[in-house]
């Protein structure tokens, strides 16, 4: 998989490959002290809110083991003040690094103060914060949302260039305040703007969720009986969607055209259905990348500021060809 992921290297970092990074040197115990060479992590998860978290859950879990690092977990149910609790106990624990996936953009500023007094490095892992002090944190690896986004609007703009009448648009938006809903929905409109016939007529949260993404879908059926287009910011809104349109009787992906976010199992297999139209990737696979990034940081070595991660689309036909070798 190393093959896939490149690592950008911003504001003049001499450029560094994270595959290429040795994971067999010793390692110096950073605040544990002692002698003992094995780094710990706490790594404080968004939740199980989709098959991706579960994937990037278990990647992260499997690197720890094979990096030999010592991982604390903790899951805070999509919840911040989960991942404030988490993250100073983590602080207490003296571990050598802290990872995290922060639920929401907003509101870290104390407690990254707060292990940054304690010299504890940390890492931000597939969502962003939006501090303004950047020195807060290490670096930040995970995909570039507002380019999802865009490619998103992009596949609707090709799709609809031959037609003049209008087309109406609904939206299921990721987690409220979440990096990937604000980004990939700003990504989305800076492309669709463009042409005044796309129009969003409803759009709102489905929490990343397939219950919620059902739920919503079903109240946009209902008050709107001319759904030309579906956008969801991940497969499991999709996926509960799907269920909602078939509910009320229409075909997804031919009666409402759907776009959506990930590329996981389950998604690609709707895709390869016919029920969803077109999925933008989204790599949960970071775990390998995160644990060459905490041996660097604990060894006080310079690392990007932010680490891409690449990723690529998939029509109906793409999805037939690769689902069989398709990993999450
Ligand atoms: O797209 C969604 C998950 O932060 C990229 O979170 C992640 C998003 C992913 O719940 O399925």
Not at 136 to 159: I, M, N, P, Q
Not at 222 to 243: C, F, Q, R, T, W
Request: proline share 3%; glycine share 10%.
């Amino acid at each position: 998989m190393f093959k896939r992921i490149s690592a950008l290297v911003l504001a003049g970092l001499t450029a560094m490959s994270v595959a290429a990074c040795g994971s067999g040197g010793s390692t110096t115990a950073g605040t544990s002290g002692g002698g003992d060479s094995t780094i710990t992590m706490g790594f404080s998860q968004v939740g199980a809110e989709s098959g991706w978290r579960t994937a990037n859950t278990k990647s992260v879990q499997d690197a720890a083991k094979n990096a030999g690092i010592e991982l604390k977990f903790s899951d805070a149910q999509q919840k911040q003040e989960n991942q404030i609790k988490a993250i100073r106990s983590y602080i207490q624990q003296k571990v050598d690094v802290i990872a995290f996936s922060p639920v929401v953009e907003s509101g870290w500023d104390t407690v990254l103060k707060e292990a940054q007094n304690a010299k504890i490095p940390v890492i931000l892992t597939d969502r962003a914060v939006d501090s303004k002090d950047t020195s807060l944190y290490k670096t930040f690896l995970g995909s570039d949302f507002v380019e999802e986004g865009r490619k998103a609007g992009k596949w609707l703009v090709e799709e609809y260039k031959d037609s003049k009448d209008p087309v109406n648009i609904v939206e299921l938006q990721g987690t409220t305040g979440s990096a990937p809903a604000n980004d990939r929905k700003a990504g989305f409109q800076e492309i669709i703007q463009a042409d005044p016939k796309f129009k969003i007529i409803a759009s709102q949260t489905g929490d990343f969720t397939r219950a919620k993404g059902k739920e919503v879908m079903e109240a946009f059926l209902k008050s709107n009986p001319d759904i030309d287009v579906l956008y969801a910011h991940n497969d499991d809104m999709g996926l509960g969607a799907i269920e909602a349109i078939e509910g009320a009787g229409k075909v997804p992906g031919k009666d409402i055209k759907i776009i959506t976010v990930d590329a996981v199992k389950d998604g690609m297999q709707a895709l390869a259905d016919g029920k969803i139209n077109f999925i933008v990737e989204c790599s949960p696979l970071l775990g390998p990348q995160l644990m060459d990034l905490a041996k660097k940081v604990v060894k006080g070595e310079q690392v990007p500021a932010r680490v891409v991660t690449e990723e690529t689309t998939f029509t109906q036909e793409q999805a037939k060809e690769v689902l069989s070798s398709r990993q999450y």
